[in-house]
């Protein structure tokens, strides 16, 4: 499965520059998440050791979201990380119960530490998990090859319609922002990976991972996700093969009619 991966949840820019310098000094695997679907995408890889979720104010979500992790994935090391001068969350008792609540780190050299911990309480983990229950079974790896895969192929799902019909209503009123719309396609994780695969592939050939949705729209722009939904959308209403009105005739059309132009 490779080096393990520690998820930051947080909408923060100077806090993904802190965590990326720092994971990078210490050769660490460090994926970032602003949104519940990119935590569903990150987490369905199987190979997360930690959540570390950043609650910048009341109003933050970041406790919302490890208490959902660990309601879904109980063997995954929680962290909230708080600002000083922050009051207490309405949840901060619950999250207590399944996280370890720690100041943010604001230098380089705190947040090292930080991933340093969680490398050490990760082995203690691994020595003391050792028993002959799991010696005796050395198939067990299959299940996550199974999940593996499945998370690989989620775009290949339909796209939820009434999903798409509200990215090109958004994208059709001019006051709206990316972030809006990066919020309304979060929504269908099948179209979430779609758009992340896109701005992966060597289409862009950037020099770094896009791990979040909210930035594959920035870098791909309001036009480029309206065209991805009408896609969708004309795409869902023709079968595969049928006739002259199947998917493969139609997109022979197309190209004509380019052309032709």
Known sequence: MGKSRIVVVTDKEPVRRLFKSAAAHLGSVVSFASTRSDLRILLGRNDTEAVLAHSSGPNSLGAEHLLWVHKHYPWIQLILMIEKEETSPSQMREVEKVARIVARPKTLAEAQRLIKGLAREESLEETSSISIETADFPADGVDEE???????????????????????????????????????????????????????SA???LAEPVTTV????RLLGLAEIRNLALGLKIMDSLVPEQGILDRGSFWEHNLACAVAA
């Not at 796209?159 to 719309?181: D, F, G, Y």
């Not at 909210?214 to 729209?217: D, F, M, Q, S």
């Open 203 to 205: 289409l862009f050939a």
């Open 146 to 200: 199974i999940i593996e895969s499945i998370t690989q192929l989620i775009d290949q799902l339909p796209a939820l319609p009434w999903v798409v019909q509200r990215i090109l209503n958004l994208i059709h009123r001019e006051e709206s922002s990316t972030k809006e719309v990066a919020e309304v396609i979060s929504l269908d994780p099948a179209l979430a990976a779609r758009v992340l695969r896109l701005v992966n």
């Open 214 to 217: 909210h930035h594959a729209v």
